[in-house]
Nanobody
Framework: QVQLAESGGGLVQPGGSLTLSCAAS????????MGWYRQAPGKQRELVAD???????RYANAVKGRFTISRDNARNLVYLQMSNLQPEDTARHYC?????????WGQGTQVTVSS
């Protein structure tokens, strides 16, 4: 059974930083692509960043230059390093792994940017 668990969210002031982690069981991040998504209240879930098997990365325009997605294959973890956070980054952040025609999602971790 595949399970994804995000952690690292919290309350941070504008301009601050956070690093989110996604841990997986039943699946290996190194086997394929994965991504970070976020959903703010009243808005659709959107892609933040993703990473394919060859470590090619893509970022939403809103986070380019501020966020970095990375993978630790030995620990089977994926990270999202977020810097210069702004109030518009406030959202629940989710880890997603597509495999064999199925989409696996974690429960998410809340990021709130406020002074």
């Amino acid at each position: 059974q595949v399970q994804l668990a995000e952690s690292g969210g919290g309350l941070v002031q504008p301009g601050g930083s956070l690093t989110l982690s996604c841990a997986a069981s039943g699946i290996m991040f190194s086997d394929g692509a994965m991504g970070w998504y976020r959903q703010a209240p009243g808005k659709q879930r959107e892609l933040v960043a993703d990473l394919n098997r060859g470590d090619f990365t893509r970022y939403a325009n809103a986070v380019k230059g501020r966020f970095t997605i990375s993978r630790d294959n030995a620990r089977n973890l994926v990270y999202l390093q977020m810097s210069n956070l702004q109030p518009e980054d406030t959202a629940r952040h989710y880890c997603r792994v597509p495999r064999a025609g199925q989409d696996y999602w974690g429960q998410g971790t809340q990021v709130t940017v406020s002074s």
